[in-house]
């Protein structure tokens, strides 16, 4: 059994000894056992196990990177070797004024589920099949899609100042799409769940959901083109605010002047009613850490506050060059870390506050608008704006669930989008790096046809 802090430690010195003026080292052991089924059959089961080092130099502010897989000595001493050079090649960058200094993780619970990791590939495969039969309980249901991924694994990050922290992570993350056919209709539903943790009824819920909103889709419509409220749900609201929020308040970003939130600092930039917090210190989140990708200790920080934006993500660099503190973003992956690729900033888990309103009431006191329940299409981060295929949405009629729509997109500029939250939900769920509720937002561009 390989000692992970030892190795790392050792690695450090090895590093240190070819002439660079700073170094850290992340020393990852993981194990991912994926099962997937598509159209109704297994498609594959597998098992990855995926121990590596990584090793990132700097020398006189150029940074070098390199990783090997596996633990062998001489294959470590090779990279370390590579990563040195390729510091001392790069440009000078007076811009880095050092890595962080050691100091105490933070207390972290629900990182790290020891029944999670003891589950075998076979009972990966069960849960999959499980899913798949959930999300397939109607007649009309044509052809199922299911998914699941449990990971299990141990880091240990150390650099040249002193740090040395470890930490272990497992993650279970599903997801289900069915599809219902009617005649010549044709509607696809799909959900998901990610946690640090185990949850039965997580396949339960997402089997059932994927199939309910495929089967509710059959009836469907088109809309015409104009200005209306939208509902957007925790599905659509997680994949479009972890981009907006998470990558648009990247200080790299905003340094390069590459964001659309560059010069906002300090102002307000949506309604009073929406607050967005980055927090890696919540309990089972997906995102969550004791320290960040650089050894920064996690810490949650207000990044939306009552409509104003209160910080940047910052990793060491960003913040050094700004002379502020680094607020521990620096990231190495998502619920797994990987050796396999330098740092870079991210958020860890965003938490949009909870407001007072059921999405019932939402739709409710929404006479005619849209339900948008799933998009997959990123804002653009540079211009602020999000135009997006409503992938799964629905017309709201006098205050009703109306029927699914076809061929439609939304358009709205991203600050357009926060200042006109007019409702916030009490119930949140956790989606593609954001914990949320639903929202309303008082008016959006749908453009559609007759």
Known sequence: MVDLGELAERTVGTVMRLGPDACDVLVSNSRQITAEIEKGSMKQASVVEDPGVAIRVFKHGSPGFAYC????????????????SQASAGTPDIDFKGLPDARRPAKVGGMFEKKLAELEPDEAVSMAIELAEIAGRNKRVSSVNAGVSIGAGEVVLANSNGICSCQEMTTFEISAEAVAKSGSNMFSGVDGGWSRRYDGGMIESVGTAAREQ??????????????????????????????????????????????????????????????????????????????????????????????????????????GKESVQSTGNSSRGGGLWSFRRPPSISSSNLVVSQGNASLEEMIRETRNGVYLRVTYDYPNLATGELSGLMMESYKIEKGELGRSIRQATIGIGLLELFSRVDMVGRESRYAFGLQTPAIRVSKARIAGSV
Do not use: C
């Open 69 to 84: 897989t596996g633990f062998d000595s001489q294959d470590i001493k090779r990279m370390a070797a590579l990563a040195v």
């Open 214 to 319: 495929a089967i509710l889709g059959l009836s469907h419509s088109k809309i015409e083109t104009g200005d209306m409220p939208v509902v957007i749900g925790p599905l659509a609201l997680g994949f479009v605010l972890s981009s907006a929020i998470g990558g648009g308040a990247n200080a790299d970003s905003v340094q390069r002047k590459r964001s659309y939130l560059t010069g906002k600092l300090g102002t307000k930039i949506g309604s009073g009613i929406l607050s967005v917090a980055d927090d890696p210190t919540l309990r089972w989140g997906f995102g969550s850490y004791s320290f960040d990708g650089e050894g920064t200790p996690s810490s949650k920080r207000s990044v939306l506050d009552a409509g104003i934006l209160r910080t940047y993500l910052h990793d060491s660099y960003t913040a």
